[in-house]
């Protein structure tokens, strides 16, 4: 069972379009963070959002953390080749508290094309 | 401030052979992690090291699986004997608060 479902999977973009990817949850989470991995490489932490209802942004990208802190969204503006890579995200749930275990979405590989 | 190194970055052996994966974490960071990624989903914690203490293996098939983390700094994570279905990126991650969690390279191992 996935506690963390991301959608989509995989997405295939032609470059200065946008996209959206989603992360959704039943359970409730402290906090949620997104991460960028490059093949060979490992998972690189992009944002942490803590608050229900927060909004961040890192250049052209988004990051919104749901109300009730069970969902999150990544929002990439006139997306780039340079932005291709696998995009996770993860939670710390909410009830354990000994040195942040994180939960982590299956990932969505993102394609852009110039 | 140099990142969390690991080896051997690739290895690959028979099913039923032993290997062992090398990770050395930020200095200073008390909590190390290791994870397994297998191909297509995100990574999954094995074991969670606090200092030379393990704070959670719940997921850690201990039959085959061990790891320790002697006086708290480099940890060894061991498969003995391996399956098929082991072949995975095996991702060490370490952080200092427990929040923010640095990750290494990983190993890819491939079982045939």
Redesign the interface.
């Known amino acids: 069972t996935q506690l963390?479902e991301?959608s989509p999977?995989f997405l295939s973009i032609q470059e200065g379009e946008n996209l959206t990817v989603y992360c959704n949850s039943s359970s409730v989470f402290s906090?949620l963070?997104w991460y960028r991995q490059e093949p060979?490489?490992?998972?690189?932490?992009l944002v942490?959002v803590v608050t229900g209802g927060e909004v961040k942004k890192l250049k052209r990208l988004t990051f919104q953390f749901g109300d009730a802190r069970k969902d999150s969204s990544l929002h990439i503006t006139a997306a780039q080749p340079g932005d291709t890579g696998l995009y996770?995200c993860?939670g710390?749930l909410a009830s354990y508290n000994?040195?942040?275990?994180?939960i982590?979405?299956?990932?969505t590989e993102l394609s852009v094309k110039p | 401030e140099a990142g969390v190194a690991q080896s051997p970055r690739y290895k690959i052996i028979e099913k039923r052979q032993s290997v062992a994966f090398w990770c050395n974490p930020i200095s200073g960071h008390a909590t190390l992690y290791w994870y397994q990624q297998i191909l297509g989903q995100g990574p999954k914690l094995l074991i969670q090291f606090q200092n030379n203490g393990v704070v959670d293996d719940s997921q850690l098939p201990k039959d085959r699986f061990s790891a320790e983390r002697l006086k708290g700094v480099d940890s060894t994570l061991k498969i003995q004997p391996a399956k098929l279905e082991d072949s995975a990126v095996y991702l060490c991650a370490s952080s200092l608060m427990g929040q923010e969690q640095y990750f290494g390279p990983g190993t890819r191992l491939t079982v045939t």
């Open positions: 963390l991301q999977q906090s963070q060979g490489e490992g998972p690189v932490l942490t996770l993860a710390h000994q040195g942040g275990k994180l982590f979405g299956q990932g």
